[in-house]
């Protein structure tokens, strides 16, 4: 009865071959799913004398078709397509905020140095001054909402993390559940792979990869080990490993990825992670963080510099012009375990000196060390902290209060947060100080036609410069200043005073006097405004080299190009990925027309097979009919 | 030949649809709005230097604008001082009538209406508004009239102090010139050198002309010409005669490459001083004439007074109207400069806005072409996807 056997066995097959296809035609449209094919081996023939005789055909197993090295390419290709598309993502939109005309810096920027120059043209204008007032205060508006904005990506950033984190936990939860029902079934199955099992959990891996990138280990017995990218083990077995979020200890607010572990979180260096979350995390680091220091460093020396050259002036009212923008104060917290009561405080002292950069302020019971935050080099740091010696890092010029304990840690963010705070201190128009310091005339009875031209007061504040001076010519290349002692006149320098210096239009001659008074109320010389106009081209930043223009140049374009890269980079990640996907389907992936031909292959054998077991049938029944009477 | 899975094909033909899409639409915002550069990452170094080239730009309008305020003042200044510039002539040619032969004292108090009227207008032109509440030649003290008449004298209660406006980058020009450069620091005489006849001289010598032969020679040393016995002596600023002769009438006395004419009898103890000229408020100039012109008709050393205090008048008339006509040209000058600095900053405005528009402006014609490309390669994408779906081996079995 082999032929019967043979037949059946073949039919059998057909129809697990069948089912198999039928199976694939189901999931054609399934995303991850593998392609399966029946094997089919001929059964052991049957020994006889003349030979062996076959005895049909059997499954030995249906097989997934699935390459592991695509997978892991998929794997990478994934977690780096996740890593850039957020990446991407979120630096094109500082990208446009920075950029765009309706929300960049550059145009309120423009408008306030504008306005300082309308001052400079009318002085004792008060829409001038008016303009001024208004045009500081959207400045300082835009930069305030630019930081908010910042801030509200910064938030975005950690609510992101936590729902990323949340759905790692699902997945890896779900990943260490498959392991053990893949080894349950293949145990089960005499070693068969459970097929459909393998697919849901690659594609879980997929999506874990795309959100946290991770590299796989297969284990014999069908369970598949899951790590991070830095090699920190999410997956072992059936065991999954948490991830959660912990607040950053010098900035509570923030919050950076910790693995779990039975000695309690472990925080994960910014590195070991890919995906998505390894995106936020390098978003945050290369262009949040800087953006944030730059825009606070282009609004802390603006304040600064501002100041500095306001305090220079006099007002309409004849007061001594006092801050324009109101000091910012620098943001130096403790460390969460610091044991001392120690505080830091203070403000921007040297512009020139000025980084920004995020420091960490060690004591070790008898002085202070700094090093970079980002990468641990150390930082210049002088002084003992007291009002008198303050420490001086950065440009920053910071004091110590309280008691600080040995090992205490400070987080000094020079620069960050510093936009938030920026405000416009002036409210009265009239208290703009436009006009220089002092007056100069010179006496009507003079026999020269020599009048004062540029007058120059480096610093008011130093005491006596602003005061009643009186030069007296005692030749025609000599004068006295205050009755001093006799000075030689040079027309290209003028006449120096202590504190001061005059240019003479003309030539001056022997008993020409001149003098030099504070400037009353009411004055509308632009003296001082002209040089607060000049701080828009002076460059105050980088040791002298930087102009603010060329900051806000720079942060500009810094944060334009990493979303340049990152768009580039992401296009091109995307054709890789599209490879990289096509090769697996090329391998993995449901094929109709080929389904289709094996549909009509399988339904001829299985026909065939049916026609077998007819022939038997037929055989039989010959067989029967020659025996029967 | 790779195998090619049915829904692989379908995503890629999807993908491949999309990225069509995007770039078509990327197209047509940047032609809805005209610009090549829509965000900074388009171009990072183009943005960057266009936020430079965008202040540079707004700068020059600013500048622009303060040159034309400027502009606005000078101008009001140059008609002001066009104003002064007729009263002072008409002053000068009232001396001259009061001074000549056929007037009297009746005829010459004529004037006097007059003269009050110009010294009156002379004193409002010095507080000319500036159109916005200043006083234009106050200097930077310029909230009140800088010119205020107590009794008889005028008092300048402005400053000194002439603003600079910047008007083009680097360039700073000059506002209008403080009032006590127009009215006060006015020199007399020739502007160097003034002849004046003492007080109290007692002959009938009046000054006719007095000059320079040769003003490299003048030494700015205080000269003074003394008559005893029909003799003259010129003494130096230290009293010691430098020169001397015997007097005639009409004929020249030469003071270190000045001369001085003058005509009459000196009596013993005369004197007339040759000395650099002194500085002199326009409005007591006026002031003086006002007086000299209500003095009686008293033959002798009276007349001739009142002749050299008209000669001396004339003289000082004449120097203040040169010295408003030099500050008049100044004021020409700084127009001048603001008309070419306008040239310049338009032309590098100009260029500046070239620059930016080629930096971020859309080129249409290349854009417009691109659209086609675009659209074409979208629909063909279409119709292709719509063709090869339709494709399947499964339809064909029956």
Not at chain 1, 151 to 157: C, I, L
Not at chain 2, 141 to 147: A, I, K, M
Not at chain 2, 241 to 255: D, K, M, T
């Amino acid at each position: 009865m082999s032929i019967l056997a043979t037949g059946s066995s073949a039919l059998l097959a057909f129809q697990r071959a069948l089912g198999t296809i039928s199976h694939n035609v189901a999931n054609a449209s399934t995303e991850g799913y593998s392609r399966q094919r029946v094997e089919l081996a001929a059964r052991p023939g049957q020994a006889f004398g003349y030979g062996f005789v076959g005895a049909g055909v059997e499954t030995t197993s249906i097989v997934r078709l699935a390459d592991d090295f695509n997978f892991a390419r998929v794997l990478d290709s994934g977690a780096e397509l996740g890593r850039l598309g957020s990446l991407s993502g979120l630096s094109a939109r500082i990208d446009t905020l920075l950029s765009d005309g309706a929300t960049g810096l550059s145009r309120p920027w423009s408008t306030f140095f504008d306005a300082t120059q309308g001052v400079a043209a009318q002085p004792a204008s008060a829409a001038a001054r008016q303009d001024l007032l208004a045009s500081a205060q959207a400045l300082a508006g835009r930069v305030r909402s630019l930081d908010a904005q910042f801030k509200s990506m910064d938030t975005e950033v950690n609510a992101r993390l936590d729902a990323g984190v949340r759905d790692v936990n699902g997945i890896t939860a779900e990943i260490a559940r498959l392991n053990a029902e893949i080894v349950r079934q293949q145990g089960a199955g005499g070693g068969q792979p459970p097929n459909d099992l393998l697919d849901q959990r690659e594609r879980l891996v997929g999506q874990l990869s795309s959100t946290l990138g991770v590299a796989t280990v297969l284990q014999d017995d069908g369970a598949m080990n899951v790590f991070t990218t830095g090699g920190q083990s999410l997956v072992v077995g059936t065991r999954a490993q948490p991830l959660s979020t912990v607040a950053d200890p010098f900035r509570p607010e923030r919050r950076v990825l910790a693995l779990q572990s039975d000695a309690g979180p472990v925080a994960l260096a910014s590195g070991a992670v890919g995906g998505e979350l390894g995106g936020l995390l390098e978003f945050r680091a290369q262009v949040l963080d800087p953006a944030v220091s730059q825009l606070g460093r282009i609004a802390s020396t603006l304040t600064f510099t501002v100041n500095a050259q306001h305090r220079q002036g006099v007002d309409l009212y004849g007061d001594a012009g006092g801050d324009f923008f109101a000091p910012i104060a620098v943001d130096a917290g403790p460390h969460a375990l610091n044991a001392g009561t120690g505080a830091l405080s203070g403000a921007l002292a040297d512009p020139a000196a000025f980084t920004g950069i995020d420091a960490v302020l060690t004591f070790d019971g008898a002085g202070w060390s700094a090093v970079r935050r980002d990468n641990g080099q150390p930082v210049a740091l002088t002084g003992t902290g007291t009002a008198a010696d303050p420490l001086r890092v950065g440009g920053v010029a910071l004091t110590v209060s309280g008691a600080p304990a040995a090992g205490d840690r400070f987080l000094l963010r020079p620069a960050s947060g510093a936009a938030g705070r920026m405000q416009v201190a002036v409210t009265d128009p009239s208290r703009i100080a436009a006009a220089s310091p002092l007056r100069a005339s010179a006496a009507l009875a003079n026999d020269s036609n020599a009048v004062p031209g540029v007058l120059t007061v480096p610093d008011a504040g130093v005491a006596g410069v602003v005061a009643n001076h009186q030069i007296v010519f005692i030749d025609d290349t000599t004068y006295t200043v205050d009755g001093g002692a006799p000075q030689a006149y040079d027309p290209a320098t003028g006449i120096v005073g202590s504190g001061w210096t005059l240019s003479l239009d003309g030539t001056p001659v022997a008993g020409d006097q001149f003098s030099l008074a504070p400037r009353g109320p009411g004055s509308s010389d632009n003296g001082n405004m002209r040089a607060l106009t000049a701080l828009d081209d002076a460059r105050p930043l980088e040791g002298g080299q930087l102009s603010l223009n060329g900051a806000l140049q720079q942060l500009t374009v810094s944060t334009a190009s990493v979303a340049r890269q990152a768009g580039h980079a992401l296009e091109a990640q995307q054709v890789v990925d599209q490879q990289v996907r096509s090769d697996r389907d090329s391998v993995s992936g449901v094929n109709l027309d080929e389904e289709a031909a094996n549909l009509l292959r399988f339904q001829q054998a299985y026909q065939a097979a049916a026609q077998v077991i007819s022939t038997a049938d037929t055989m039989f029944q010959s067989l029967l009919a020659a025996v029967r009477r | 030949m790779s195998r090619i899975s049915t829904l692989g094909m379908h995503q890629m033909a999807l993908a491949q649809m999309q990225a069509r899409q995007s770039e078509l639409a990327r197209t047509q915002q940047q032609m809805a709005t005209g610009q090549r550069l829509v965000n900074g990452r388009d171009d990072p170094v183009a943005a960057g230097i266009g936020i430079a080239l965008d202040r540079a730009a707004a700068d020059h309008q600013r500048l622009a604008a303060n040159a034309n305020l400027l502009s606005n003042r000078l101008a009001l200044e140059e008609t002001a001082l066009t104003s002064i510039t007729d009263r002072v002539a008409r002053l000068r040619e009232i001396a001259l009538q009061a001074n000549s032969g056929i007037q009297t004292a009746d005829t010459r108090r004529a004037f006097l209406a007059e003269l009050r009227e110009h010294r009156s207008a002379l004193v409002a032109l010095g507080n000319t508004s500036d159109g916005q509440g200043r006083y234009l030649f106050g200097g930077t003290q310029d909230g009140d009239p800088p010119f205020v008449a107590t009794g008889a004298t005028v008092s300048y209660t402005g400053d000194q102090t002439r603003r600079q406006i910047e008007v083009a980058p680097g360039v700073s020009v000059a506002d209008a010139d403080p009032g006590s450069e127009v009215f006060q620091r006015v020199r007399t005489g020739n502007s160097t050198v003034a002849a004046r006849a003492v007080d109290g001289n007692a002959g009938t010598a009046v000054l006719k002309t007095a000059g320079f032969t040769a003003a490299t020679q003048w030494d700015g040393d205080d000269y003074r010409i003394e008559f005893a016995g029909g003799n003259y002596t010129v003494r130096d600023g230290g009293g010691a005669a430098v020169a001397s002769g015997a007097f005639v009438s009409g004929q020249a006395i030469a003071v270190a490459g000045y001369q001085v004419t003058l005509q009459g009898a000196p009596a013993d103890g005369d004197a007339f001083t040759v000395g650099p000229a002194p500085n002199r408020d326009l409005f007591a100039a006026v002031d003086d004439l006002i007086a000299l012109i209500q003095l009686p008709d008293t033959p002798g050393a009276s007349k001739a007074a009142q002749q050299n205090g008209f000669y001396a008048a004339i003289e000082d008339l004449g120097a203040a109207a040169d010295r408003v006509t030099d500050l008049r040209a100044g004021v020409g000058a700084r127009l001048a400069t603001l008309d070419t600095t306008a040239a310049e900053r338009e032309s590098q405005l100009l260029s500046l806005q070239t620059t930016l528009s080629s930096l971020r402006d859309l080129d249409y014609a290349e854009a417009t072409t691109r659209l086609a490309m675009e659209s074409a390669a979208l629909e063909a994408s279409h119709q292709s996807f719509v063709r090869i779906q339709g494709l399947s081996l499964f339809s064909l079995l029956r």
